[in-house]
């Protein structure tokens, strides 16, 4: 069974916007942080951004600043990626990830559940 189910990934032009989301299971959301990371074609996979488990604080890549916005819904098991002014270096699989601090996650890109990915491409 599946913990962290992403959706919402796709093909969008440049300067557009996506919103991905991520499904947990109850085990694997409550009380974690959770975040997003992502993978290039050919890179490893970086840190985008985490949110701590009463939306306190949250933490960005800086590339992704002012462009990205992650929230969470504590009552629906649910955290969600807003990916505005989207770019082509944008393009990568998007993780959705569970884990003990966003300060960690945001770091040392710890995490101890991962979702399987979604697809975000971004066309010039």
């Known amino acids: 069974q599946e913990q962290l189910v992403e959706s919402g990934g796709g093909l969008v032009q440049a300067g557009g916007s996506l919103r991905l989301s991520c499904a947990a299971s109850?085990?694997?959301?409550?009380?974690?942080?959770m975040g997003w990371f992502r993978q290039a074609p050919g890179k490893e996979r970086e840190f985008v951004s985490a949110i701590s488990g009463a939306s306190i604080y949250t933490y960005y890549a800086d590339s992704v600043k002012r462009r990205f916005g992650i929230s969470r819904d504590n009552a629906k098991n649910m955290v969600y990626l807003q990916m505005n002014t989207l770019k082509p270096e944008d393009t990568a699989v998007y993780y959705c990830?569970?884990?003990?601090?966003?300060?960690?996650?945001?770091?040392?890109?710890?995490?101890?559940?991962w979702g399987q990915g979604t697809q975000v491409t971004v066309s010039s």
């Open positions: 990830a569970a884990g003990l601090t966003a300060q960690a996650m945001a770091e040392s890109s710890l995490a101890t559940d």
């Open positions: 109850e085990r694997t959301f409550s009380g974690s942080a």
